[in-house]
């Protein structure tokens, strides 16, 4: 079992920048890869952005590709969403995600965290 709790969500203006975070607590090491995702009100839950838990390789959504980054601090169990020159259309629920080792999915669920962005 992963259990796994984001942060850093919030307000911000167009242009503005938010980091968010994922703590992970228990079987850490049996996870692939995290994930970040995203849902706008009214639409689909929203890939955003991955990173494989070891090598760091990460993978991102065409739509955020140059403004967001994801990294990993290993020691810390985290993972971070840095998101730069945001825009109205980010604002949405963002939630982290974690891969089992072996897994073709995704297993654990953050709770998410709200991003508003204001034009």
């Known amino acids: 079992q992963v259990q796994l709790v984001e942060s850093g969500g919030g307000l911000v203006q167009a242009g503005g920048s938010l980091r968010l975070s994922c703590a992970a607590t228990?079987?850490?090491?049996?996870?692939?890869?995290m994930g970040w995702f995203r849902q706008a009100p009214g639409k689909e839950r929203e890939f955003v952005a991955q990173?494989?838990?070891?090598?760091?390789?990460?993978y991102y959504v065409d739509s955020v590709k140059g403004r967001f980054t994801v990294s990993r601090d290993n020691a810390k169990n985290t993972v971070y969403l840095q998101m730069n020159s945001l825009k109205p259309e980010d604002t949405a629920v963002y939630s982290c995600?974690?891969?089992?080792?072996?897994?073709?999915?995704?297993?654990?669920w953050g709770q998410g965290t709200q991003v508003t962005v204001s034009s």
């Open positions: 995600a974690a891969n089992w080792a072996g897994s073709s999915g995704w297993d654990y």
């Open positions: 228990g079987r850490t090491s049996s996870i692939y890869a």
């Open positions: 990173i494989t838990w070891r090598g760091g390789i990460t």
